[in-house]
């Protein structure tokens, strides 16, 4: 499990969380290297202990931010902590798709146009959370995630890149600024 101060993130599959591996921390953020299975669901989540604000917490899945969440975490008890997890993207009101790895989609070398347009962010699962405050309720102005899955990506352009929102998937968390 990852944490930075009284927050903590981990990736689970089938319900059981999955072990990380080359840890890394770098001042508040922390990131490391998880392993998947092609066609399986995945979640993120993470837990809050108690907070001198609100929490704003961002979810980026592939460089594509796919859902914002604001929780009064700041009215936990001393040592009470908050459990979230994020496992689908809201595609209308009322509908949501599953989180689940996938295999990349690579192109043959003469297909030169998506040469520039490999995203760097592609296999990154990432949470950041920030200190905020609340400054109203309203939840109205439901607007989609504007993740819309595997991109194809030049073969000569994906590295060591196995799997989008899948593979081996580096996840970033906590960048919290007071």
Known sequence: MLQVANLSAWISMDGTRLMEYAVEKRGSAVSCWIA??????FSLNWECGK???STFSIVSVDGVVCRRLIKDTQKLVSG?????CFNAVDTSPTT??????????????DDD???????PQT???AL?????DKTNNDESGFKPSEFTGPERIHEESMKALVHQVGGFITFAICDVQT
């Open 96 to 109: 949501e798709r599953p989180l689940m790895f996938s295999s990349v989609n690579t192109t043959v070398s």
């Open 36 to 41: 998947s299975e092609v066609g399986k669901n």
């Open 80 to 84: 009470e902590t908050k459990a979230f």
């Open 123 to 125: 296999g990154e699962i």
């Open 128 to 132: 950041k959370i920030y200190e905020c």
């Open 113 to 119: 146009q998506y040469l520039a347009t490999t995203n």
């Open 51 to 53: 907070t001198a604000r």
